[in-house]
């Protein structure tokens, strides 16, 4: 999933790509996220998952086009993080994009995929 006008304009070809508006929000990135994510850990019968928490996504971010709030990223993290459990697969979380007005905007958004990795792995 990625914004369609986003960087960069010429992209590698993949078995599944989903583009998204600009200005696409939490709602309809969550449903498009729920839509897809199951199928694509099923047909890829991988023995491991990486898993690009890019916070870009985040509203207000210099590059990313696309405009999710923080209770959106917090939302997506959990769906990703609780979805790929259920697979048993073993799961890489590994830090992408984010280009916030400040470094610490950055850090916090980035922070949330750990809190939350944090609560999966308490239960």
């Given at each position: 999933m990625h914004g369609a006008k986003?960087?960069?304009a010429?992209?590698?070809r993949s078995t599944l790509d989903i583009e998204l508006v600009d200005g696409t929000g939490d709602d309809a990135y969550l449903e498009v996220?729920?839509?897809h994510l199951p199928r694509a850990?099923?047909?890829a019968r991988a023995d491991l998952v990486f898993y690009l928490a890019g916070v870009d996504v985040a509203a207000g971010d210099r590059?990313?086009?696309l405009a999710l709030s923080d209770a959106g990223v917090r939302a997506r993290e959990r769906y990703v993080l609780?979805?790929?459990s259920r697979t048993?697969?073993?799961l890489v979380i590994t830090l992408a994009g984010g280009y916030a007005p400040s470094p610490q905007r950055t850090v916090?958004?980035?922070a949330i995929v750990f809190e939350e990795a944090l609560r999966a792995v308490a239960r």
């Open positions: 986003n960087y960069p010429t992209r590698q996220l729920q839509e850990l099923r047909e590059y990313g086009r609780d979805t790929v048993g697969l073993p916090e958004l980035h």
